[in-house]
């Protein structure tokens, strides 16, 4: 079993960085010098930044998920609309922003399974060291995946809606005030949310 | 409220607040991803009301018995992985089954029941009331603990002697079972004992005069008289040694642990022979049974050996006073004049308590009578270091440590009947019958 979850995290992992790469490659912040200088720079200079951070922490997944992050954001500066009038980041993307949105997306998530398989398979081992029953260890180590895999499924449509939404409300051309008063509601919602769950978690916790 | 919540909480407020001031829709939109998480973490129970059930097959045992025990879980709530473990005491073994084990708890309430052997290695009560559980979240990173209790106890008694009768073998027996203690006290029987010379105040009754008379022709003018069986119990003393070189072994398997059997096995069968058995320790624990017969007498025993078993938990930084086997005897010297009793002594041999062995053997002689060549004073030696070894390099040092104690211990050896008793090759039966040697 370890073999195969290993197998998958590194596939994983290292499709979220060809993706974040993907993105990278597509913006003009890519361009300071040829193709081929640039695509090897980047990788070398991630390829080091990931090694440091292996050999620190003997983990590859943090510093890797660092270095997608790092990659992705000058796509997403490219939509930023007050990045470019407040912070004059001038950045350019050759995708649009809705198939930046959802690759970006799929990045986080390939990630966030990765880490998944990664807890799984230490709790996979230190079960099974402990003395528990191999086949019961595996069978909660499937059941696991499986919840979760449906987890990320439910995450990836809420999301794409959430994207299409996005991205439709963006072409609405409007005033000013319009636009200062649904990002006062967008974070009055949002944020009211989150008081509500941290307000329940604290009740919870107290009982 | 779980850390793990937190940070998604200022996860997705960093998210949100970067998309709002950047006014960037793609990460409000990714700011979803640590909101569902919060929200699954909180509308998704883990799996709760734990409840456990214990039942033990016995409540009593002894070392070395096996004892099942059956535990029932029920699983009201939640969805998730959980690990139940039912904690055991290190002196247990697990002989089949097993005590830790995961479930996957569904939707629908689940109830299991874990059933799983062990054995005592060692004397003393153990309390087995606590069942450990841990709930995992199903999809986010945190879990939860806790314990179930049931009030089950179970007290486990030391072994017993395996007597075995020698068939088709003419043998006699080195080791005083119990003849040689004698009582000096009480109204003499009909059951004739032996001749032996006269003394002082012998009244002339029980002068034989035929085996006098027929001394006189040998040159032994001294008159000898019948020696009858006096009416009373026999006394014999069990001395254990309690101090730290007894602690030596692992936690299941050490030498105080089969100091407690001998003891245990010793009284249990001198009480049988009728006979006036009586517990002092000496070393780190003060321990003084006064001498008794009866079933009485042994369940006292019993419950005051029970007692030595914490002796193993005793911090070695904290120095006790501690009393050699030497100053016992001569503390307790009023209690052995008119009886000549029978002495025991259980202990591990090593250069430390040599002297005082040696010391304590020469003052037990004078309280005692002879078996044959020897004092009736049987020392049984407990030899412990098999017990920690692993690899065959090990086991050939072990041997060579023994051997060398062989030989310090030689002086004393031929002072009383020394029985060697290793606790990883043999049963203390086995160790006692060897001293049987044939009488042609």
Redesign the interface.
């Known amino acids: 079993m370890k073999e195969w979850t290993l197998t998958t995290r590194i596939l994983l992992a290292v499709f979220a960085y060809f993706l974040s790469l993907l993105l990278f490659v597509n913006t003009s912040a890519f361009e300071y010098d040829n193709f081929k200088t640039s695509f090897i720079t980047v990788n070398v200079i991630a390829a080091i930044i990931i090694g440091l951070g292996y050999v620190t922490s003997k983990n590859a997944l943090s510093p890797n998920f660092f270095v997608c992050m790092g990659l992705c954001v000058p796509s997403l500066m490219a939509y930023s609309k007050l990045g470019k009038s407040i912070f004059e980041i001038n950045v350019e993307n050759n995708f649009n922003a809705y198939f930046t949105a959802v690759l970006y997306t799929i990045v986080i998530l390939m990630l966030l399974a990765a880490a998944k398989l990664k807890r799984l398979e230490k709790e996979y081992d230190t079960l099974v060291s402990d003395g528990a029953d191999e086949e019961d260890v595996k069978q909660i180590t499937t059941n696991g995946l499986k919840v979760y895999s449906a987890f990320i499924a439910g995450v990836f449509g809420i999301t794409f809606v959430a994207e299409t939404v996005g991205v439709t409300f963006l072409k609405v051309e409007g005033s000013t005030y319009t636009a200062i008063i649904t990002a006062i509601a967008g974070i009055i919602l949002f944020s009211g949310c989150v008081y509500f769950l941290s307000r329940k978690w604290t009740n919870q916790s107290h009982k | 409220?779980?850390s793990y919540?937190?940070r998604l909480?200022t996860t997705?407020?960093f998210l949100?607040?970067a998309g709002?001031?950047?006014?960037?829709?793609?990460?409000?939109?990714?700011?979803?991803?640590p909101?569902?998480?919060?929200?699954?973490?909180?509308f998704i129970d883990m799996p709760g009301n734990i409840s456990v059930k214990k039942s033990i097959s016995k409540d009593r045992a002894c070392v070395g018995e096996v004892l099942n025990v059956r535990v029932d879980v029920s699983i009201e709530s939640g969805f998730g992985?959980v690990?139940i473990?039912d904690i055991l005491h290190g002196s247990f073994e697990l002989v089949e089954g097993?005590n830790?084990?995961?479930?996957?708890k569904g939707f629908s309430p689940k109830e299991l029941s874990l059933d799983y052997k062990i054995r005592c290695n060692s004397s003393g009560t153990y309390t087995l009331n606590v069942t450990k559980w841990r709930v995992?979240h199903?999809?986010c990173?945190y879990s939860d603990n806790g314990i179930c209790q049931n009030d089950i106890s179970v007290k486990i008694v030391p072994r017993l002697l395996e007597l075995h009768k020698i068939r088709g073998l003419s043998a006699k027996c080195r080791v005083p079972l119990p003849q040689g203690a004698l009582s000096t006290l009480g109204m003499t029987t009909h059951e004739f004992k032996e001749v032996r010379m006269y003394y002082p105040g012998d009244p002339f009754k029980s002068i034989n005069w035929k085996v006098t008379s027929r001394n006189l022709f040998r040159g032994k003018i001294h008159p000898v008289v019948n020696e009858f069986e006096k009416e009373g119990k026999k006394t014999v003393y069990i001395f254990l040694d309690t101090s730290l070189t007894m602690n030596y072994g692992t936690k299941s398997k050490n030498v105080i642990e089969y100091s407690i059997e001998a003891v245990n096995g010793l009284a249990d069968h001198y009480l049988g022979e009728n006979c006036i058995v009586s517990l002092i320790s000496f070393g780190e624990k003060e321990i003084f049974v006064p001498a008794g017969a009866g079933k009485r007498q042994y369940h006292r025993i019993l419950r005051e050996l029970m007692k030595i078993r914490d002796n193993a938990d005793i911090r070695k930084g904290i120095k006790r006073k501690t009393t050699d086997l030497d100053a016992v005897v001569y503390s307790n010297r009023e209690h052995f004049l008119g009886v000549r009793p029978l002495f025991i002594v259980v202990t591990r041999y090593c250069g430390s308590n040599s002297e005082a062995l040696k010391k304590a053997i020469e003052d037990m002689s004078k309280h005692t009578m002879k078996n044959g060549h020897l004092p009736s004073i049987m020392l049984i030696n407990i030899i412990g270091y098999e017990m920690k070894i692993k690899k065959e390099t090990e086991r050939q040092a072990a041997g060579v440590v023994e051997a060398f104690v062989n030989i310090m211990s030689k002086e004393i050896r031929n002072r009383c009947i020394w029985i060697d008793w290793n606790p990883a090759r043999e049963s203390l039966t086995s160790a006692l019958l060897k001293q049987a040697v044939t009488a042609r």
């Open positions: 409220m779980p919540v937190s909480g997705f407020l949100l607040l709002f001031l950047l006014a960037n829709n793609i990460l409000i939109a990714v700011s979803v991803i909101l569902v998480l919060m929200a699954i973490g909180y992985p690990t473990c097993n830790f084990h995961v479930i996957w995992r199903p999809v990173d």
